[in-house]
């Protein structure tokens, strides 16, 4: 058996109210020890047992490693030029995502696979430990299975996002592309996912066509997800309730119903504010929500055309200022609440028992988060027990 012990912790995020304070379960002068890629024992600096590797960590803050409920990395080229259009002033609409669907098919595996390893390592440095990846840029049987089986490659939390726009081809023909995506595409790429997800959108699928992929999706053992509500108020978030959906992401149009209807589920609302943010749209209204009692993830959303980032603390940073959660909830969001999103209880907490994913900051505490955006805090970060990235 492996240990390692993290210790001379300043403040110590466990998300675990039995092991320390308040929601975050804050403990100060703390150490952890890692046994066999597992959280084995939390306690005082002081008594920490010994191990065979120890990093004294000088009153560096830590935290579970970030968990990214939402991204769309496999795809090829980039839409800087789109982005600058949209900075002087083009209105976002959904159709610019055509523009990876032809980029993307035109890639090989290995490019399409090169990308997401980069940007899975872009990740990492910025300290998310578990990432979740959707298809969405192939469109056609054969691109989107080659695209799960890339996503596959990396982690094994891969949502099929069959429904993500009607392609090109399909102009026009909604109908008939939720017809092939029911019929041959979830029946073919099912066995290489967990997730299945729909844009449930103007100008993207409607209620109907939404409900039609994400049953058929149920019936082949996938598991909900939806984007919804993005653009404007819509069904997304009634129909993710309704599904039994483990989340429902973007939520910035909402009302007061579908807030009382997250309220009483299990459906967790995922912000994501880089996308916002990229956009110039709206922010969602996260207060609204929390003090309503919905569980908030919060995602940094990666993709080519309206969030290219992959940094969960720019996230946190916005969400504080602009989203109006405190630092303890917008911490919270980003590793607990990404876990619930992907209803897993071994991830985004510190506490015995849960996988051994950790952060540690160049910072005495977690509110440098929020308190120095822009900043790269993220000193070491362990997956499963092993170091993976040390700044």
Not at 253 to 271: G, Q, Y
Not at 280 to 308: F, K
Request: hydrophobic share 40%.
């Amino acid at each position: 058996m492996s240990t390692t012990a993290l210790t001379g912790i300043g403040v110590l995020v466990t998300n675990d109210p039995t092991v320390g304070e308040g929601r975050l379960g804050i403990r100060r002068d703390a150490a952890v020890v890692f046994e066999d890629g597992v959280v084995a024992w939390v306690g005082n600096s002081a008594d920490a047992p010994a191990a065979d590797i120890a990093h004294d960590l000088d009153g560096r803050a830590v935290l579970p490693g970030f968990v990214e409920s939402h991204s769309h990395l496999v795809f090829a080229g980039d839409r800087a030029e789109e982005f600058a259009a949209r900075m002087s002033g083009q209105k976002y609409a959904a159709g610019g995502i055509r523009t990876t669907i032809e980029a993307t098919r035109a890639a090989t595996d290995e490019q399409l696979a090169a990308n997401v390893r980069r940007l899975l390592d872009e990740s990492v440095r910025t300290g998310s430990t578990t990432v979740e990846c959707k298809s969405g840029y192939g469109q056609t049987v054969e691109h989107e299975l080659r695209s799960v089986q890339v996503a596959g490659r990396f982690t094994e939390e891969v949502t099929l996002l069959a429904a993500h726009v009607p392609p090109p081809e399909y102009a026009g023909r909604a109908d008939d592309y939720v017809a092939m995506v029911v019929g041959e595409m979830i029946p073919k790429c099912a066995p290489h996912a967990t997730w299945i997800d729909v844009f449930c959108e103007e100008g993207a699928f409607d209620r109907d066509q939404s409900h039609a992929v994400l049953t058929a999706g149920m019936a082949h053992g996938l598991v909900p997800r939806v984007h919804g509500n993005q653009l404007r108020q819509g069904p997304g978030v009634q129909l993710a309730v309704e599904l039994g959906a483990a989340s429902v992401d973007h939520v910035t149009h909402v009302n007061a119903d579908d807030i009382e209807a997250l309220a009483h589920s299990d459906t967790v609302a995922t912000l994501l504010p880089g996308a916002d943010f990229s956009t110039r749209s709206r922010y969602p209204d996260a207060r609204a929500l929390l003090d309503a009692g919905v569980t908030v993830a919060l995602g940094a959303d990666c993709n080519p055309g309206t969030s290219y980032t992959t940094s969960l603390p720019f996230c946190i940073a916005i969400a504080v200022r602009d989203l109006r959660m405190t630092p303890d909830e917008a911490v919270w969001a980003a590793t607990a609440g990404g876990a619930k999103a992907l209803r897993r209880s071994d991830i985004g907490v510190l506490s015995p028992g849960a996988r051994a994913d950790a952060i540690a900051l160049d910072a005495p505490s977690y509110l440098h988060l929020a308190y120095r955006p822009g900043v790269p805090l993220i000193s070491r970060v362990w997956r499963g027990g092993a170091l993976v990235h040390t700044n």
